[in-house]
Nanobody, 121 residues
Framework: QVQLVESGGNLVQPGGSLRLSCTASGSIFSINGMGWYRQAPGKERELVAI???????RYVHSVTGRFTISRDNAKNTLYLQMNSLKPEDTAVYYC???????????????WGKGTLVTVSS
């Protein structure tokens, strides 16, 4: 069993900052790419940022220059530093990780349950 648990969501004023964390636990042999997605009310889930297994990071255009994705492989933890937050960043943020649970297993995607970020004055 693998679990992804997000934390750090909160209510913040426009222009403020938040740091999201996502920790993977359970039967983990290796973790490949990890990413953050978000889903705003009435909208489809969208990719926010990814950190590939090669260490490459990519961002959706709307957050480039404001958000930074990073990971601590020793702790199986993914972070998302969000600065200069805007009301349109309001959404439930989900963590995703591509994980192999054993030497012989095929890797698959796992998801957390999400953490709510609300940007409002």
């Amino acid at each position: 069993q693998v679990q992804l648990v997000e934390s750090g969501g909160n209510l913040v004023q426009p222009g403020g900052s938040l740091r999201l964390s996502c920790t993977a636990s359970g039967s983990i042999f290796s973790i490949n790419g990890m990413g953050w997605y978000r889903q705003a009310p009435g909208k489809e889930r969208e990719l926010v940022a990814i950190d590939t297994s090669e260490g490459t990071t990519r961002y959706v255009h709307s957050v480039t220059g404001r958000f930074t994705i990073s990971r601590d492989n020793a702790k199986n933890t993914l972070y998302l530093q969000m600065n200069s937050l805007k009301p349109e960043d309001t959404a439930v943020y989900y963590c995703q990780a591509n994980i192999r649970t054993s030497k012989w297993a095929i890797s698959r995607d796992y998801w957390g349950k999400g953490t709510l970020v609300t940007v409002s004055s």
